[in-house]
């Protein structure tokens, strides 16, 4: 099981409490973690990714193992410890003052 | 019994105030999707409970909720705006070619008819239709396929669609707004269209009477007369008795023709309503007074309306989906403003008061009235 951290705007518009698990069958990359939330919560579809380019919207960022992951490439497999459920995968918003 | 329903989007979130026949005594519920753009919501004429929203946020996209109790309760519908074909560009602020790129909705028109049909108006410049209730979404591309579509620029606030009027008397005509390029027409249901802005005249623009640049900011009309319809352009308020195949202007007396927000008396076809604005440079009303124009003959003769609003030190806008009027007797109208308060009308706009002072910035107010 994947763990993913969702910001709270998007755990609340998905009902969503605290992590997700997330279970993929085959290679865990970014995009199979994404197509695999998309179909647990459908109404995610857009929120993290463009509909028509599938690329990381742009006030959004992918952190985890204290690294950035956000230019990784879609199907560049997750560190181990994602996979394994150590760490989390967090989906973090752009922060925003004033 | 007689009762009125406000639909109030804001920068965070959505607001519904309800009152009865009287609109005096005012229940605020919300905010609903706080924390999201809710750049507008409106009911269905054909089943009032039937609400659409549009949510959005510069981090997580494109949202459409709809509700089928009034807005007690949302459900999230399809947010796919997929453009049809190829996009292909518009012009950019400096001039450039630049790919059509969907960012959010700006307005939702509901079908006059059917409570499961519905239109969306996005940035940059569309028009989508829904059949079944916003679970797809399908382009009416013969707008954007319009020859002069490459030539679109957008305003200041973004390349959007964001009036869609149904003509009640004919449901094949309907009618859009583009900022900057200006108004369209279509009279066989949305599979082509023709720009309406013969008579308008925008001195930014390198001609200045071309067929499309205009910044037209909201035009409305009257569903006994859907021929005739008024314009708040960028500058100038205008009006055309032969649905758009031609403008003359109607400002009259007014003391600035800039302003967003321009509706129609909802019993007196020819009494109308618009919110001076001191200029494009200056987005707040003429020294500092909050004031409603009105004119019952349909342009020209304008009257100041001050009783409730303030008059002194008020530097708010009125954004253009952000006035409605309810069809009771008195007509009520209403209006919200970047400060956060609603004002509303009980009596045609003689008399006013703030219903709520201090939500966020508000984008739009739909008013439903409810039997």
């Known amino acids: 099981m994947i763990r993913v951290v969702l910001p709270s705007h998007l755990r609340k518009h998905a009902n969503i409490n605290g992590e997700v698990a997330v279970e993929i069958e085959g290679p865990a990359t970014q995009q199979s973690l994404l197509d695999a939330l998309e179909r647990i919560y459908p109404v995610l579809r857009g929120t993290i990714r463009d509909q028509s380019t599938q690329k990381r919207r742009p006030f959004l960022r992918f952190f985890a193992c204290q690294r950035d992951l956000s230019h990784d490439a879609p199907d560049a497999l997750l560190p181990d410890d994602v996979i394994r459920g150590a760490q989390p995968f967090l989906i973090v918003g752009a922060i925003a003052g004033g | ?53 549009s949510q959005s946020s510069n981090w997580f996209g494109q949202q459409i909720q709809k509700s089928n109790d009034g807005g007690e309760t949302w459900e999230a519908v399809d947010n796919t705006f997929a453009y049809d074909g190829v ?69 200041a606030g973004g390349m959007c669609l964001h009036t869609i009027l149904l003509d009640p008397k004919n449901p094949k005509r309907m009618f859009i707004a583009i900022s900057a390029a200006g108004a369209f027409r279509t009279d066989d249901g949305g599979a082509t269209w023709r720009p309406i802005n013969r008579g308008l ?24 007369q859907p021929d005739v319809l008024y314009m708040q352009k960028h500058w100038d308020v205008m009006r055309s008795n032969d649905a758009g195949d031609s403008w003359h202007e109607v400002s009259g007396n007014l003391p600035t023709d800039f302003g967003f927000v321009i509706d129609v008396h909802a019993h007196e076809p020819e009494t109308i309503y618009v919110v001076p604005i001191k200029s494009d440079a200056e987005h707040f009303p003429l020294d500092g007074q909050l004031r409603v124009w009105r004119s019952r003959t349909g342009g020209n003769d304008w009257e100041p309306l001050t009783d409730g609003l303030p008059q002194s030190n008020c530097y708010v806008n009125v954004l253009r989906d952000a006035m409605c009027v309810d069809t009771l007797d008195k007509c009520g109208v209403y209006f919200g403003t970047t400060g956060g308060q609603v004002y509303g009308s009980a009596d045609a706009g003689d008399t006013w008061a703030a219903l709520v002072h201090d939500l966020p910035p508000v984008l739009s107010v739909e008013v439903q009235t409810l039997a």
Not at chain 2, 104 to 118: A, F, G, K, N, Q
Not at chain 2, 202 to 207: I, K, R
């Open chain 2, 1 to 53: 019994m007689t009762s009125v329903r406000l639909l109030v989007g804001t920068r965070k979130g959505a607001f519904v105030l309800t009152s009865d026949g009287a609109r005096k005594n005012w229940k605020v519920s919300g905010p609903h999707f706080a924390g999201w753009e809710i750049y507008h919501l409106k009911g269905s004429p054909a089943d009032p409970n039937r609400i659409y929203a």
């Open chain 2, 201 to 224: 005249k925008s001195e930014f623009m390198p001609d200045p009477t071309a067929e499309v640049g205009h910044c037209v900011h909201r035009l409305a009309l009257h569903p006994s």
């Open chain 2, 87 to 155: 996009p292909g560009t518009h012009q950019w602020y400096d001039g450039t070619p630049h790919p059509w790129e969907f960012k959010r909705v700006w307005h939702i028109e509901p079908s006059l008819t059917d409570p499961d049909m519905l239109y969306a108006g996005v940035e940059d410049a569309a028009l989508f239709q829904s059949k079944d209730a916003g679970k797809t979404w399908a382009e009416l591309s013969g707008l954007r396929g319009h020859g002069s579509g490459p030539h679109w620029q957008p305003g």
